[in-house]
């Protein structure tokens, strides 16, 4: 049960409020940003909670159990605020969020109405929407190893220990042309296979994206696809560093970077076929070995 001031209780009672709602952000940098959908700049606790932003909350949906509580909230990009960059490089991915709701009037009389982190976000030019995810969304995280056939190390992390850094596999680009929003083409890359930074990690260097990082979706040529479009439009003369790729299996990690020693992964663990085979009729009930293997 929420513990609302008795000053609020009394207006809420009176029928009479001056509330708006209110919204306290901290980034994982730890920048804190406060927003309100009054039509004006509310300070209270050391935050400035900016009206410019024309935060719009969405449902707050909240259960019992374990079920995950939700809710949303859009507004408008302002740079002076809230940036598409700022968005597009991640930085308010996992940001801690308190939803209050704020008398106006007088500000000490608020209460918290629900706790959470933002969770994915949809941007466009000028305006945004992210998804709010309760804290009990950590309870239906995947924490400790997977049991999978596949590495569930990050490439040249401690587990992984491959270094890549050297020219075997990284390699410094510029782009020539553009392809598309997320692809384009580039030199510096000719003397790698075709493939070979599929699944890899991309970082910009100079140009309108510089500091930013982006994932490799696919590798032809002297092309690159990157799995979402970056923040700013790429132009010819942006540079960029280029790791390999991994797609996390076992031929890769022994043939293109010989660390077969250090794979973290489970290869030979049975599928579900042999598990719901029935008996075999045409050879020896035994008790012996079924070639799970084979």
């Not at 949906?61 to 809710?71: H, K, P, Q």
């Not at 940001?95 to 994915?120: K, L, N, Y």
């Not at 296979?193 to 979706?217: K, M, Q």
């Amino acid at each position: 049960m929420r513990a609302v001031p008795e000053t609020l209780r009394a207006k809420l009672d009176s029928g009479v409020t001056t509330l708006c709602w209110c919204w306290r952000i901290e980034r994982a940098d730890g920048a804190v940003l406060g927003f309100t959908d009054h039509d004006r700049d509310l300070a209270f606790g050391d935050v400035v909670y900016r009206a410019q932003g024309g935060f719009m909350p969405g449902e707050i949906r909240s259960e019992l159990g374990f079920t995950v509580d939700a809710a949303s909230v859009a507004g408008a990009l302002d740079d002076a605020a809230l940036t598409e960059a700022d968005l597009a490089a991640g930085a308010y991915d996992g940001a801690q969020v308190i939803c209050m709701r704020v008398d106006w009037a007088a500000p000490d009389d608020r209460v918290m109405m629900w706790r959470g982190e933002i969770g994915q976000t949809r941007r466009g030019e000028t305006f945004f929407e992210a998804e709010l995810r309760g804290l009990s969304h950590r309870l239906t995280q995947t924490t400790g190893r997977v049991y999978s056939r596949r590495c569930d190390a990050e490439l040249g992390d401690g587990r992984c220990a491959k270094d890549v850094s050297g020219a075997a596999f990284a390699a410094a680009g510029a782009v020539t042309a553009t392809v598309s929003a997320r692809s384009f083409s580039a030199s510096g890359l000719s003397a790698y296979a075709s493939g070979w930074f599929t699944r890899g990690r991309l970082s910009w260097t100079i140009g309108a994206n510089a500091g930013a990082s982006a994932d490799v979706e696919a590798h032809r040529g002297a092309v690159i696809e990157l799995s979402a479009a970056p923040a700013q439009p790429v132009a010819a003369g942006d540079a960029f560093d280029i790791v390999a790729g991994c797609d996390k299996s076992l031929g890769a990690c022994r043939d293109k970077f010989a660390n077969a020693a250090n794979f973290r992964g489970f290869p030979f663990m049975p599928g579900n076929d042999p598990l719901l085979a029935g008996p075999a009729g045409d050879s020896r009930r035994d008790g012996g070995s079924r070639g799970l293997a084979g």
